[in-house]
């Protein structure tokens, strides 16, 4: 499944805000609401969408990978898990070191993935061939991660 869905694809979807993907269940919520009746494996609330969320927006979903900022957002979607990302030092997947094409993604705590394996705190070095925002690549990498992606792939 995550063959046909590589790194750069997953960040491009993330800066455009909005979109569903079939497989493998992810759903990245923008500018409008949850398909309804749709229980996606994870849900990834944009950073831009934190502070005008959609008046339909609720859901629920296995993971919740939100902005820490809008944690709020966790009233209106049920959620197994949810993880926080951003600049804080209260989130849980944050950035160490920011550069030019690469940076540095770090797990501040240990998260399970969907395959059913946890994440343990670790740092990982993400290239990145375009100028990504380090909210979507923090969104991004952890999305793939949660997916159950190899840290060493991000690389």
Known sequence: MLDAIGREDILTIITEELVKLPNPGVTFVGQSSIDAGAVPDIIVIS??????????LKGSCKILLVPGTAISLTSLIKADCVISYGM???DSVTMSSIGEGESVLTLQREMPTLNGKVLERQDI??????NYSPEDIMAGAAALLLLGLDPEDLM
Request: net charge positive; glycine share 0%.
């Open 47 to 56: 950073q831009r969408v934190w502070d005008r969320p959609p008046a339909n």
């Open 88 to 90: 804080s030092k209260k």
């Open 125 to 130: 070095p993400v290239r990145s061939k375009r």
